[in-house]
């Protein structure tokens, strides 16, 4: 697939979930909701985030890294793009869960910080 109409299509999907996300905060009631539709918030909210994170890290790559391979550009902004999503969506249902507390959030970030630094490693380790 072309860059411009996989561009498109993430630029599609993200707003097709941020607007769902939306949606969804009108219509649902926090204090009557059922463990599927806490699902579908998350799910909403996740592939918002997940697009929205891939798009900004693709045009800081393509503006600031010009010298890298664009598939790697996009392997590289994808991968940080779902850290970063599920980095957010475990500390929401964490602070949900009244069990964020700062502690909690240092050991998640030093978590996620350690498998970007195995993926960085791995990666070099395998040219």
């Not at 769902?20 to 909210?45: E, R, T």
């Given at each position: 697939?072309?860059?411009r109409?996989?561009?498109?299509?993430?630029?599609?999907?993200?707003?097709?979930?941020?607007?769902?996300?939306?949606?969804?905060?009108?219509m649902?009631?926090?204090?009557?909701?059922?463990?599927?539709?806490?699902?579908?918030?998350?799910?909403?909210?996740?592939?918002?985030?997940?697009?929205?994170?891939?798009?900004?890290?693709?045009?800081?790559?393509?503006?600031?890294?010009?010298?890298?391979?664009?598939?790697?550009?996009?392997?590289?902004?994808?991968?940080?793009s779902?850290?970063?999503?599920?980095?957010?969506?475990?500390?929401?249902?964490?602070?949900s869960?009244?069990?964020?507390?700062?502690?909690?959030?240092?050991?998640?970030?030093?978590?996620?910080?350690?498998?970007e630094?195995?993926?960085?490693s791995?990666?070099?380790h395998?040219?």
């Amino acid at each position: 697939m072309r860059l411009r109409p996989f561009l498109f299509s993430v630029i599609f999907m993200t707003l097709f979930f941020g607007i769902g996300w939306i949606f969804f905060l009108w219509m649902v009631s926090p204090f009557q909701i059922s463990f599927s539709l806490l699902f579908l918030f998350y799910f909403f909210l996740g592939s918002f985030l997940l697009g929205f994170f891939f798009l900004f890290g693709i045009l800081f790559r393509f503006l600031f890294h010009k010298e890298e391979i664009l598939s790697k550009q996009i392997f590289r902004s994808f991968r940080q793009s779902f850290l970063f999503s599920l980095l957010f969506l475990i500390s929401l249902i964490l602070e949900s869960k009244q069990m964020l507390h700062w502690i909690n959030l240092i050991l998640l970030l030093l978590l996620f910080g350690f498998l970007e630094l195995l993926f960085l490693s791995l990666r070099q380790h395998s040219r």
